[in-house]
Nanobody
């Protein structure tokens, strides 16, 4: 069974930074796609950033230039560096593997 455990969420002020981490526990897959999604209650879950096995990245227009996704193979983890946070970034952030397996989510709250 695949397990994804997110951490690093919390409360931040506008303009501050947070770094989310997702520890991946699974059998060998190869070159999986892994990414971060976020969701606000009552709204559709949306892609924030995604990293392919080949190193390609995809970002939501709303976070381009502010967020950076990276894979840490040595620690079996993926990270999301979030800079210049805005209140609009407030959401539950989920780690996702192969667009199928999901973590439990970590809350990010940005105050004005």
């Amino acid at each position: 069974q695949v397990q994804l455990v997110e951490s690093g969420g919390g409360l931040a002020q506008r303009g501050e930074s947070l770094r989310l981490s997702c520890v991946v526990r699974t059998r060998y897959i190869g070159t999986p796609t892994i990414g971060w999604y976020r969701q606000v209650p009552g709204k559709q879950r949306e892609l924030v950033a995604e990293l392919t096995g080949g190193g390609g990245t995809t970002y939501s227009d709303s976070v381009k230039g502010r967020f950076t996704i990276s894979r840490d193979n040595g620690r079996a983890a993926v990270h999301l560096q979030m800079n210049s946070l805005k209140p609009e970034d407030t959401a539950v952030y989920y780690c996702c593997l192969d667009q199928y397996y999901w973590g439990q989510g970590t809350q990010v709250t940005v105050s004005s």
